[in-house]
């Protein structure tokens, strides 16, 4: 499902170019200073409308779910919302990350390049700023993969461990002796 989902992105980019571009691969496909002019009447505010939208029935929804699962004994529904509440921070983390990289890819470059000369440093920096849109995609679909593999390694762990718990508490130790006939037991 992941390479499937990863290829519409770069076929998207692809078919909105003429055929004489797309096919050459001559030249290089970066381009260093990309300009956007935007007319005012005609900006499009709906996927920023949709985004507030839904983070706000986010918030609501954690807002009076947890305390009437809370108050009502539902356990259930509690680690429902407290999963939900977990998968909203790694996305908050993500953005985070997303808002940061322009920052931290000036600070390493500082850091790893001191060595080199000035001008090194400069063509290296505007390598990274020209490829910043590749970048950024690359940094949030490994960080979001990354952030995943981590939460359903802990949750894995976690249902685990309920399991042991709950297998003990069924059977108050770790062996029961159950007695079959009269000279006859088997330990579990």
Do not use: W
Not at 76 to 84: A, D, E, M, P, T
Not at 118 to 125: E, F, Q
């Amino acid at each position: 499902m992941i390479p499937l989902l990863s290829s519409i992105m770069p076929i998207q980019i692809v078919l909105q170019r003429n055929l004489n571009d797309a096919l050459d691969i001559q030249r290089s496909k970066t381009q260093a200073v990309f300009v956007n002019i935007i007319n005012k009447k005609q900006a499009d505010y709906a996927p920023m409308v949709v985004f507030g939208a839904a983070i706000t029935l986010y918030g609501v929804t954690i807002y009076y779910t947890l305390p009437a699962a809370l108050m009502s004994l539902n356990l259930s529904l509690v680690g429902k919302v407290v999963i939900f509440i977990l998968v909203g921070l790694l996305c908050a983390l993500v953005m985070l990350a997303f808002n940061l990289q322009p920052i931290m890819e000036r600070l390493l470059s500082r850091f790893f390049l001191c060595f080199e000369l000035k001008s090194m440093r400069l063509m290296a920096l505007k390598n990274l700023s020209a490829h910043r849109n590749r970048n950024q995609m690359t940094a949030l679909i490994y960080s979001l993969a990354l952030g995943f593999l981590m939460f359903l390694s802990i949750t894995c762990r976690m249902q685990i461990e309920v399991n042991s718990y709950e297998k003990l508490k069924n059977e108050a130790s770790y062996f029961t002796v159950k007695v079959l006939e009269k000279n006859t037991f088997n330990v579990f």
